[in-house]
């Protein structure tokens, strides 16, 4: 059963950062995708960043620059954290993110951006960037 529990968020100005965390039970499959959507007020959730198991990353282009996704393996207990550090906020930014993850075909270009890729979502968690 993959779990996947988030952290971060919050309250920032345009301009600052924040950094979102999550733990995702994922490695003991052999090859996966995790990564970051965010749903604002009235829109359709989106794909952010994305990272597969070999460490290779894909971003949506308004964030390319300003985010960085990057994962932690540590321990071999199956887990790894995940982390989504946000610089150059704005408030267009502002949403719900949600840690997702599914299979390794859920990073393929055709693939990441796209709710439906995803088999496993986080709670989710806001982030309020005010200009």
């Known amino acids: 059963q993959v779990q996947l529990v988030e952290s971060g968020g919050g309250s920032a100005e345009a301009g600052g950062s924040l950094t979102l965390s999550c733990v995702a039970s994922?490695?003991?499959?052999?090859?996966?995708?995790v990564g970051w959507l965010r749903q604002a007020p009235g829109k359709e959730r989106e794909g952010v960043a994305v990272?597969?198991?070999?460490?290779?990353?894909?971003?949506?282009?308004s964030v390319k620059g300003r985010f960085t996704i990057s994962k932690d393996d540590g321990k071999d207990d199956g887990k790894t954290t995940l982390y989504l550090q946000m610089s150059s906020l704005k408030p267009d930014d502002t949403a719900i993110y949600y840690c997702?993850?599914?299979?390794?075909?859920?990073?393929?270009?055709?693939?990441?951006?796209?709710?439906?890729?995803?088999?496993?979502w986080g709670q989710g968690t806001q982030v309020t960037v005010s200009s």
């Open positions: 994922v490695t003991m499959y052999s090859s996966y995708c």
């Open positions: 990272i597969d198991s070999d460490g290779v990353t894909t971003y949506e282009d």
């Open positions: 997702a993850a599914g299979g390794s075909t859920s990073c393929r270009e055709d693939a990441w951006a796209w709710e439906q890729s995803y088999n496993y």
